[in-house]
């Protein structure tokens, strides 16, 4: 069996198609699992995958590589707050915000701490996904290690958590529950509509071209007008206009409508 075969029989077995995401970087990781964890062959990896026990578990957890922490860069949380809320607040004051690969919940969190300055909790609705069920399980345990909240300015770390029994820091009910958590592949499922903010951080650099254009076009249909789309630090489309997104700051797009219709060609 090659790569393209377990790719074949990965994709039956778990959903997730690995085609979209960067095949070199892809195969590199998964081959130096297989070896890690004692096996020969792609085969006998899979034979063993098919167990679905906690093998598999790890191995999901492995390829979608949820690294992350709060507050992570924290200019880019400056200009959110000081740039982009006020415009967002302007036009609605109950905004409808998705971070679509949020990882085990530091991402969302942030965001709903930062937002608990301007709005009472009542108002802030966050939706978080990802592809990643442990994640997500974790995200809604919401307790994490010293290291996961050190950026965290220490205004939100006094407010927002408290210390638990096993040394963690625990998030207190009042951010938890202004986020709800779902399992959603940017590749297939479906997405949620007339989002006022799209959080899409460090995970596009994962995906081929073909998968990047394929999610622009479908987060143009999902903002609302004049939505934003805050991707991460490095990250930049290099023809936003194709998706009808004018580029605010490098990492910052919002959906223009009145941006004139252009032929595919030109924009290639
Ligand atoms: C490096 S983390 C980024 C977390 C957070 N956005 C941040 O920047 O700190 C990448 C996340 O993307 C998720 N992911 C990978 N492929 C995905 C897909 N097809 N659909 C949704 N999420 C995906 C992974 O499970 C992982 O949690």
């Given at each position: 069996?090659?790569?393209?075969?377990?790719?074949?029989?990965?994709?039956?077995?778990?959903?997730?198609?690995?085609?979209?995401?960067?095949?070199?970087?892809?195969?590199?990781?998964?081959?130096?699992?297989?070896?890690?964890?004692?096996?020969?062959?792609?085969?006998?990896?899979?034979?063993?995958?098919?167990?679905?026990?906690?093998?598999?578990?790890?191995?999901?957890?492995?390829?979608?590589?949820?690294?992350?922490?709060?507050?992570?860069?924290?200019?880019?949380?400056?200009?959110?707050?000081?740039?982009?809320?006020?415009?967002?607040?302007?036009?609605?004051?109950?905004?409808?915000?998705?971070?679509?690969?949020?990882?085990?919940?530091?991402?969302?969190?942030?965001?709903?701490?930062?937002?608990?300055?301007?709005?009472?909790?009542d108002k802030i609705k966050?939706?978080?996904?990802?592809?990643?069920?442990?994640?997500?399980?974790?995200?809604?345990?919401?307790?994490?290690?010293?290291?996961?909240?050190?950026?965290?300015p220490n205004e939100f770390k006094s407010k927002y958590f408290r210390h638990s029994e096993d040394d963690k820091f625990e998030l207190k009910c009042l951010i938890k529950r202004c986020v709800e958590f779902r399992h959603l592949d940017l590749l297939k499922d479906d997405y949620p509509m007339d989002c006022d903010i799209i959080v899409c951080r460090n995970v596009l650099i994962y995906f081929t071209e073909t998968a990047k254009d394929m999610i622009y076009k479908r987060f143009n249909k999902s903002l609302k007008p004049n939505g934003i789309l805050y991707l991460g630090n490095t990250e930049q489309i290099i023809k936003p206009d194709k998706y009808k997104l004018k580029s605010l700051k490098t990492f910052y797009y919002t959906k223009d409508e009145e941006l004139p219709e252009k032929p595919e060609e030109e924009l290639q």
């Open positions: 069996m090659d790569y393209n075969l377990f790719k074949y029989e990965f994709h039956k077995l778990s959903g997730i198609d690995l085609n979209y995401y960067k095949e070199k970087q892809m195969k590199r990781r998964i081959e130096s699992q297989i070896k890690r964890s004692g096996f020969e062959s792609y085969s006998d990896f899979l034979a063993a995958l098919r167990k679905k026990d906690s093998l598999y578990e790890a191995f999901l957890s492995y390829i979608t590589i949820n690294v992350t922490e709060f507050y992570r860069n924290p200019g880019q949380w400056d200009t959110f707050e000081k740039e982009i809320l006020p415009m967002v607040l302007q036009r609605s004051s109950t905004p409808k915000i998705w971070s679509c690969a949020c990882s085990t919940g530091e991402e969302p969190y942030t965001i709903a701490m930062i937002l608990a300055k301007y709005l009472t909790p966050i939706l978080a996904s990802d592809i990643d069920d442990a994640a997500i399980a974790k995200a809604k345990e919401a307790k994490y290690s010293f290291k996961s909240v050190e950026s965290l």
